[in-house]
């Protein structure tokens, strides 16, 4: 008898589960469709973070925080959504292909979500995603520092842009510490990730010329030595004018 009522039980919490699921699918679907008639994401943004904190089980809940990262960029709700994927979903594979949009999604939650999935991703392509579009946001964020001092009067337009909370972060942002924390990521991807192929090459490719870049191509930086000819056939090398200074003439035939 106990059996019994221990498999009536099992069943009972089974059907309900897959009930639950059930549910889930059909809400998105719904809101999806709802959507589509009707536009306006930002309107949508809850009842999507609804669905995923109803279902936090369910495989629909991440797709349902997906859609508001994807569609919604530089919001609370944005944010929120983040929050959520990086605490209950980062080691999923649906993760894979949202990096980009999650670098993208202009919120402060972006970057630690990105290193979630870089630690806890359910496989190999999903971590190395997630580095590398991981040392593409903070190539984004420093290019925007870089911007900002040299005219500071653009600081208002990027709190527009890129919304209040996000924006007062990236006011914030020390370039120093911003090139440190992308020579680091690049080198995990070369480290861990360096096999993984790109439509542009392996990670280990694509690590190797950022970091050639941060450690020669960068102001304050010894660039490399360049070696040739010069108009009357003499060899030189750039060392050759360290400590001088030098007039750069660039021309061409169009």
């Given at each position: 008898?106990?059996?019994?009522?221990?498999?009536?039980?099992?069943?009972?919490?089974?059907?309900?589960?897959?009930?639950?699921?059930s549910?889930?699918?059909?809400?998105?679907?719904?809101?999806?469709?709802?959507?589509?008639?009707e536009?306006?994401?930002?309107?949508?943004a809850?009842?999507?973070?609804?669905?995923a904190?109803?279902?936090?089980?369910?495989?629909?809940?991440?797709?349902?925080?997906?859609?508001?990262?994807?569609?919604?960029?530089g919001?609370?709700?944005?944010?929120?959504?983040?929050?959520?994927?990086?605490?209950?979903?980062?080691?999923?594979?649906?993760?894979?292909?949202a990096?980009?949009?999650?670098a993208?999604?202009?919120?402060?939650?972006?970057?630690?979500?990105?290193?979630?999935?870089?630690?806890?991703?359910?496989?190999?392509?999903?971590?190395?995603?997630?580095?590398?579009?991981?040392a593409?946001?903070?190539?984004?964020?420093?290019?925007?520092?870089?911007?900002?001092?040299?005219?500071?009067?653009?600081?208002?337009r990027?709190?527009?842009?890129?919304?209040?909370?996000?924006?007062?972060?990236?006011?914030g942002?020390?370039?120093a510490?911003?090139?440190?924390?992308?020579?680091?990521?690049?080198?995990?991807?070369?480290?861990?990730?360096?096999?993984?192929?790109?439509?542009d090459?392996?990670?280990?490719?694509?690590?190797?010329?950022?970091?050639?870049?941060?450690?020669?191509?960068?102001?304050?930086?010894?660039?490399?030595?360049?070696?040739?000819?010069?108009?009357?056939?003499?060899?030189?090398k750039l060392?050759d004018?360290?400590?001088?200074?030098?007039m750069?003439?660039?021309?061409?035939?169009w």
């Amino acid at each position: 008898m106990r059996v019994l009522i221990g498999t009536i039980l099992i069943s009972i919490v089974c059907s309900t589960a897959i009930a639950e699921d059930s549910i889930a699918a059909k809400e998105y679907q719904a809101l999806v469709d709802e959507f589509e008639l009707e536009g306006g994401a930002r309107t949508f943004a809850k009842r999507f973070l609804k669905i995923a904190q109803e279902h936090p089980s369910d495989p629909k809940a991440t797709e349902a925080l997906l859609w508001v990262v994807t569609n919604v960029r530089g919001r609370s709700d944005t944010t929120a959504a983040l929050q959520l994927l990086e605490k209950q979903h980062a080691s999923s594979a649906q993760l894979s292909s949202a990096c980009a949009n999650i670098a993208r999604s202009r919120s402060i939650a972006a970057e630690k979500l990105l290193r979630a999935i870089v630690t806890q991703g359910d496989n190999l392509e999903t971590r190395a995603a997630a580095c590398f579009h991981l040392a593409r946001l903070l190539e984004t964020e420093s290019g925007i520092i870089v911007q900002l001092k040299q005219q500071p009067e653009l600081a208002p337009r990027v709190l527009q842009y890129y919304g209040k909370e996000y924006g007062k972060h990236l006011s914030g942002l020390e370039l120093a510490d911003l090139s440190k924390q992308r020579e680091l990521v690049y080198q995990q991807m070369l480290r861990t990730f360096s096999k993984i192929k790109t439509t542009d090459g392996t990670m280990g490719e694509l690590a190797q010329k950022a970091l050639f870049a941060i450690h020669h191509l960068t102001v304050g930086k010894h660039p490399p030595e360049i070696k040739g000819e010069d108009v009357f056939g003499k060899e030189f090398k750039l060392s050759d004018y360290r400590g001088k200074v030098v007039m750069l003439s660039f021309w061409g035939h169009w």
